[in-house]
């Protein structure tokens, strides 16, 4: 009886009768599925007027339906993805550049009447020897590294505190000069609409008054006996959070004041204390810029109920001033606020 494996007629003539010699000719089931040509089946042939024994598969044919639930996946997340990258905004930092400035000024009226220095030359002879030459008696520390910003980002920040300091306050050109320009060169880019129109329309509505800005006098009322000014107070350094530096500043200033009418008529002193608060982002460190966000102002002796907004209102030797506000008076602002005047201190 003859091999099994052998066909009945026996091995063909040349050939071995083994199958190892076509097994390299013989493809397996998942070649034939992913073949891009396909025949027809019989059936197909008889019950179709098929143009070719043949069908073209396409791509779509040759994936399971797993790898097309995958790719129908990818193309609706790439899809979310560039639609919410196009239309969410971009994301807002908590401290915006164009943070608004809230002012304060309080008027401090004199309980006696308002006397001139006793030496015009010398006014500044009764004061304490706390009180120092201008950007001396500021006191600008020395500064140091805070929990976010190195040593060189806190010196950067004092010194542009400092500036504005000075320029807002102790110089002639914007004490009776008219002048803002200086002041207005270390106000970052996003207070500056705000810092114009407090200077071309001042309005006491708690933002716009060039007064919370710079300490200036009508020229008209108002004129410099000396030049030199004399200051005193400390500067704060703190972190509003971990991108926004804070500096906090809180000095008096005493200025030598005399009629704009009188030349060489008598001098009286005027105190005006500034608590200022100012804040730096790392493009206002960048940038050489500040942003003044708190202004607190307390100027005297000056009449209670005077108009601060534009010009500050000192009280001169001779001039007289209201002992009351009318609350019936509604043209002046209601948070405009008084306080009595005393001796300046160190």
Known sequence: MGDPVEPPEGTPDGGSGNEDEYRSVVFDESFVRAARIQELSARERLGANHPRAVRRRGLFGTLSRQALALLLLVVLAFAAAVYFGVSSPPPQSGHPSGSQLTVSLVALVPGSPVTPVADPAAPFAALPATYRDGVVGLGTPGGSATLHFT????????????????????????????????????????????????????????????????????????????????????????????????????????????????????????????????????????????????????????????????????????????????????????????????????
Request: proline residues 6%.
């Open 151 to 346: 040593r060189a980002d806190v010196v950067r920040a004092l010194d542009v505190v400092q500036r504005y300091l000075s320029v807002s306050s102790l110089t002639p050109a914007t004490l009776t000069g008219g002048g803002t320009a200086d002041a207005r060169r270390l106000v970052t880019s996003g207070q500056q609409a705000q810092y114009d129109r407090s200077m071309t329309a001042p309005s006491d509505d708690q933002h716009h008054e060039a007064t919370g800005w710079l300490v200036r006098f009508d020229p008209a009322k108002v004129a410099l006996a000396a030049d030199t000014v004399k200051a005193v107070g400390a500067m704060r350094i703190d972190e509003a959070d971990e991108g926004v530096l804070e500096i906090d500043t809180d000095h008096t200033f005493v200025y030598a004041l005399r009629s704009a009418d009188a030349p060489s008529g008598p001098v009286t002193l005027f105190t005006v204390r500034r608590a200022l608060r100012f804040e730096f982002d790392r493009a206002d460190l960048a940038a050489g810029r500040l942003r003044l966000v708190d202004s607190v102002t307390q100027a005297g002796p000056t009449p209670c109920g005077s108009r601060l907004a534009a010009h500050l209102q000192p009280m001169l030797t001779g001039t007289a001033a209201p002992a009351v506000t009318d609350p019936g008076d509604h043209a002046r602002p209601a948070w405009a606020l008084c306080a009595p005047l005393g001796q300046a201190s160190g």
